[in-house]
């Protein structure tokens, strides 16, 4: 009988651990950890929350930020709305009512998502709205979306989104050059605002390329529970004992400091050797301490289960069953092919080897080999 290699493929998954920390002001608070959800104001008349993300953005880079953003359940009397704005401000101030939460200057890159049409001079239209806007101020002379001169429905139904549901954003920042970017609102994966295209890090931010990123919102004289969720948040890293990880503390900062390591920087790297929490202290562009922790997570290597039951004197058949780990555990799903049954027949047509490709995308057989060693 001839013997034919077992190749284990040992999978694992490196995590980008990109953790999700924001400073809160106002009604905003954290109120799951898995997924991350922030109530931004509950459904009380005149609240106002805003979260403010601890990694600066750099606008010299293009950017994609993802979330879902739940306008709560009133919706003719539910108010006012939330907010997605860039800005460098160290100390941003409240509004609440129709002012979204937002700072009430200039020098901003807000996107509003107003459930709430205030007056003309607000300029908001009846429907449950988006604007883009160079401002804090959210008036039809600082719109600037790209090719409108009002703001526009957020779902492309103009339906109501004060609905209790998680309705997905996706914030596109496209640096184009050092003169021209944009920025893109998604909702529901469809492209639905497109901000001028313009040298916004010169006109909105003075030439400052650095930038926190933040989600406001507020309630008036109505309200509404409103909640922002981040759905795919990470802040473990999972590789093999002995690799080593590399950690990245928000730039920008100061007075590093790491537990159990020297790295006196914004960056750190870790060996992975057993479940450990580690954290970065440190002194933050606006000059507050802020810490941050990660979790260290060796990766879990599966323990092979092979039923062997060998060929006899009366059958020619043999079986290797493998019992353990199957696709149906709580193990990684494949990253790349691997033999997932293998039959040796002595007659020879019922020998056979079975690859399995669970990756979901066509692989290209040319890149593999499959040797075969008899005895
Ligand atoms: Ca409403
Ligand atoms: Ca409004
Ligand atoms: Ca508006
Ligand atoms: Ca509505």
Known sequence: ????????????????????????????????????????????????????????????????????????????????GMTFFLSNLCSPGLTSGGGLGLPAQNNLLVVEFDTYDNDPTFGDIPQDHIGIYKSGFTTLSNLIIQGQTAPI?????????????????????????????????????????????????????????????????????????????FPSINSSFEACVGEAVLLTAPILGSNYIWSNNSSISNVANYTIITNETVSC??????????????????????????????????????????????NNSSLPIPTDLFISEISDHDPGALTYIELFNGTGTSKNLANYKIKVYNN
């Open 153 to 229: 429905c957020i779902l492309n139904t103009c339906g109501n989104v004060e609905n209790n549901t998680f309705i997905p954003i996706k914030i596109k920042w496209n640096y184009i050059s050092a003169t021209e970017q944009k920025l893109e609102v998604y909702v529901n994966n469809l492209l639905r605002a497109s901000s001028i295209t313009a040298n916004h890090i010169a006109d909105i931010f003075l030439g400052n390329n650095n930038v926190f990123w933040n989600i406001s919102g507020s309630t008036g004289g109505l309200s509404n529970l409103q909640q922002v969720r």
């Open 281 to 326: 202290t440190y002194t933050d562009f606006c000059g507050q301490t802020k810490s941050i922790n990660y979790n260290l997570l060796p990766h879990l290597i599966p323990t092979p289960n092979v039923d062997l039951s060998p060929p006899d004197c009366g059958t020619n058949n043999g079986i290797i069953e493998i019992l353990n780990p199957l």
């Open 1 to 80: 009988m001839s013997k034919l290699p077992i190749k284990l493929l040992l999978l694992f998954i490196f995590s980008n651990g990109y953790s999700q920390y924001f400073s809160t002001q106002g009604t905003a608070q954290l109120t799951s950890n898995d997924p991350v959800i922030y109530r931004i104001t509950p459904n009380s008349n005149a609240s106002s929350g805003l979260i403010t993300n601890y990694f600066p953005l750099n606008l010299s880079t293009s950017f994609e930020l993802n979330f879902d953003m739940n306008f709560g359940s009133n919706d003719g009397n539910g108010a006012d």
